[in-house]
């Protein structure tokens, strides 16, 4: 099993920064892959980013692509979402993934572990 807690969403203004933190435990961190996903209201989950076990790889979506980065220290057990240049269409809960996968997948239900969420609210 493979814990997964997040931190970091808060309130934020178009423009503005801000980094989520997703802490693991339960497992080796540097065996699996960590994902990122967002769900507005009303909306299906969606892919946001990913990144390989070893920090080599990563996968964004077009969405977030030269905006976002998704970063990971595994001696601390922390993958890291740093979102810059927010717009209000990135308001959504972030959640935080976890799968042992042999590439990195963009299909939300191909990860089995997820952390609870954190808001992240953007306005103009």
């Known amino acids: 099993q493979v814990q997964l807690v997040e931190s970091g969403g808060g309130l934020a203004q178009l423009g503005d920064s801000l980094r989520l933190s997703c802490v693991a435990s339960?497992?080796?961190?540097?065996?699996?892959?960590m994902g990122w996903f967002r769900q507005a209201p009303g909306k299906e989950r969606e892919f946001v980013a990913a990144?390989?076990?070893?920090?080599?790889?990563?996968r964004y979506s077009d969405s977030v692509e030269g905006r976002f980065t998704i970063s990971r220290d595994n001696a601390k057990n922390t993958a890291y979402l740093q979102m810059n240049s927010l717009k209000p269409e990135d308001t959504a809960v972030y959640y935080c993934a976890a799968g042992f996968h042999l590439v990195l997948l963009t299909t939300a239900d191909r990860y089995p572990f997820w952390g609870q969420g954190t808001q992240v609210t953007v306005s103009s």
């Open positions: 990144m390989s076990g070893t920090g080599v790889s990563t």
């Open positions: 339960g497992r080796t961190f540097s065996n699996y892959n």
